[in-house]
């Protein structure tokens, strides 16, 4: 007797868990299971390259040994606090430029002809092209001395401005300050802010706007308060994407930045493989992801209790 065919409803059940479950898989195997690794890794200790085992069952007696100096360490050292300060700073520094400089292009992209999109779109990508290692390096050549972005805003006065608002350090040197550190990360960051602003402007309904305009909203005010407000998913959308990978940072503060602009992703690098000190740059790692993850986790639940009071 052949068997049943499983009904409707089984088959969206099936259909359900396997879209539910595989992105709950993907983050279980390359983030949750690397954070636990890294969280077990801070709290034990370690001899040469061995770690101690965390459980040990000696004499009928079950031990758990936790290595908690660590964390108590980066409450104690100013040198941590500050450092987790500044990368926090200098990620928001470069999201609002990031918003301010993408919002305006993004806007111009989805109201331009459908038959200019794909290019102006292809032009947004044509940096990913090219290596991010390369693009970097450029801008040491253009802050340096000499260079021609550095003589430009010598020449404009530019560099009077950014020593008032503390970004350089004397006039003329704009290498190896916070504003070349901003800079190179808002250049390499533009992108992620871009496309998802793009992706939501050009779904827009415009005759939201025409409905707007026949009762007397002027285009600013239309904008404010029509486009923004529904423009407001790719705005967290691209902050998140720039933000995140921000506070973490290495290469362009290594590149771009100096001694002044010491970020949370040098700390980690001289702690693993300057100090060797493992457990102490996992733990530093897993505050900083803590940052992150925890005031994004309330932002999103805040967001789905919003939604659903709206409905």
Request: aromatic share 12%; hydrophobic share 55%.
């Given at each position: 007797m052949a068997?049943?065919?499983p009904s409707l409803l089984q088959r969206l059940a099936t259909?359900?868990?396997?879209?539910?479950?595989?992105p709950y898989a993907w983050l279980l195997l390359f983030f949750l299971l690397p954070f636990l690794i890294l969280a077990k890794i801070s709290v034990s200790e370690m001899e040469n390259v061995v770690f101690k085992d965390l459980i040990s069952y000696r004499d009928g007696l079950l031990q758990l040994q936790l290595k908690l100096s660590n964390y108590v360490f980066i409450t104690e050292d100013a040198l941590y606090f500050k450092t987790y300060i500044a990368s926090l700073q200098y990620a928001a520094a470069t999201t609002?430029?990031?918003?301010?400089?993408?919002?305006?292009?993004?806007?111009?992209?989805?109201?331009?002809?459908?038959?200019?999109?794909?290019?102006?779109?292809?032009?947004?990508?044509l940096p990913f092209w090219t290596s991010f290692l390369l693009r970097v390096y450029a801008w040491k050549g253009l802050l340096s001395e000499h260079g021609w972005v550095a003589d430009a805003l010598v020449g404009l006065g530019l560099d009077q401005l950014l020593l008032a608002l503390g970004a350089i350090s004397a006039p003329g040197k704009l290498m190896n300050t916070p504003?070349?550190?901003?800079?190179?990360?808002?250049?390499?960051?533009?992108?992620?802010?871009?496309?998802?602003?793009?992706?939501?402007?050009?779904?827009?309904?415009?005759?939201?706007?025409?409905?707007?305009?026949?009762?007397?909203?002027?285009?600013?005010?239309a904008f404010w308060k029509i486009t923004v407000p529904l423009s407001k998913a790719g705005i967290i959308a691209g902050s998140m994407l720039v933000f995140i990978p921000c506070?973490?940072?290495?290469?362009?503060?290594?590149?771009?930045?100096?001694?002044?602009?010491?970020m949370i992703g040098r700390v980690v690098w001289d702690e693993f493989f300057s100090n060797n000190d493992w457990p102490m740059a996992s733990a530093v790692?897993?505050?900083?992801?803590?940052?992150i993850i925890v005031p994004l986790a309330l932002f999103n639940k805040y967001q789905a209790e919003a939604r659903e009071a709206a409905r």
């Amino acid at each position: 007797m052949a068997a049943a065919e499983p009904s409707l409803l089984q088959r969206l059940a099936t259909g359900r868990v396997a879209v539910i479950g595989i992105p709950y898989a993907w983050l279980l195997l390359f983030f949750l299971l690397p954070f636990l690794i890294l969280a077990k890794i801070s709290v034990s200790e370690m001899e040469n390259v061995v770690f101690k085992d965390l459980i040990s069952y000696r004499d009928g007696l079950l031990q758990l040994q936790l290595k908690l100096s660590n964390y108590v360490f980066i409450t104690e050292d100013a040198l941590y606090f500050k450092t987790y300060i500044a990368s926090l700073q200098y990620a928001a520094a470069t999201t609002l430029l990031c918003l301010a400089i993408g919002y305006p292009f993004a806007y111009f992209m989805a109201r331009a002809r459908a038959t200019v999109q794909p290019t102006l779109l292809l032009l947004v990508m044509l940096p990913f092209w090219t290596s991010f290692l390369l693009r970097v390096y450029a801008w040491k050549g253009l802050l340096s001395e000499h260079g021609w972005v550095a003589d430009a805003l010598v020449g404009l006065g530019l560099d009077q401005l950014l020593l008032a608002l503390g970004a350089i350090s004397a006039p003329g040197k704009l290498m190896n300050t916070p504003f070349s550190l901003v800079l190179g990360m808002t250049y390499t960051y533009l992108p992620f802010m871009i496309l998802p602003l793009y992706g939501n402007l050009a779904k827009m309904d415009l005759r939201l706007l025409e409905a707007a305009a026949d009762l007397g909203a002027t285009p600013w005010v239309a904008f404010w308060k029509i486009t923004v407000p529904l423009s407001k998913a790719g705005i967290i959308a691209g902050s998140m994407l720039v933000f995140i990978p921000c506070v973490g940072e290495f290469v362009i503060p290594e590149l771009l930045g100096g001694p002044e602009t010491l970020m949370i992703g040098r700390v980690v690098w001289d702690e693993f493989f300057s100090n060797n000190d493992w457990p102490m740059a996992s733990a530093v790692a897993v505050v900083m992801i803590l940052l992150i993850i925890v005031p994004l986790a309330l932002f999103n639940k805040y967001q789905a209790e919003a939604r659903e009071a709206a409905r």
